[in-house]
Nanobody, 121 residues
Framework: EVQFVESGGALVQPGGSLRLSCAAY????????MSWVRQAPGKGLEWVSS????????AYVDSVKGRFTISRDNAKNTLYLQMNSLKPEDTAVYYC??????????????WGQGALVTVSS
């Protein structure tokens, strides 16, 4: 069974940093692009970032460019999201999700359970 387990969510003050991790199980992790998607309270899903299977190409939503960095360690079957200069509007549940191919598309077929990030003073 393919499964993703996110960790690292927390309460952090504005301007602070967090690193989310997403551990993958039950698949050949290095064969798939991966994404982070978030859902703020009372709002819909918002794509945040994607990375290709090799980890050498990434994309970001404009609102996080220059503040967030997506990365992966295929030897450890783990995806990361480093979040710096956090703002209250970054408050959301963050999900990691598997793409259907090596390159990122809009088709995400397996999702983790989510990690809550709260940015507040």
């Amino acid at each position: 069974e393919v499964q993703f387990v996110e960790s690292g969510g927390a309460l952090v003050q504005p301007g602070g940093s967090l690193r989310l991790s997403c551990a993958a199980y039950g698949l050949t992790f290095s064969h798939y692009a991966m994404s982070w998607v978030r859902q703020a309270p009372g709002k819909g899903l918002e794509w945040v970032s994607s990375i290709n299977s090799d980890g050498d190409t990434a994309a970001y939503v404009d609102s996080v460019k220059g503040r967030f960095t997506i990365s992966r360690d295929n030897a450890k079957n783990t995806l990361y999201l480093q979040m710096n200069s956090l703002k209250p509007e970054d408050t959301a549940v963050y999900y990691c999700a598997k793409d259907i191919s090596r390159w990122y598309t809009e088709y995400l077929d397996v999702w983790g359970q989510g990690a809550l990030v709260t940015v507040s003073s």
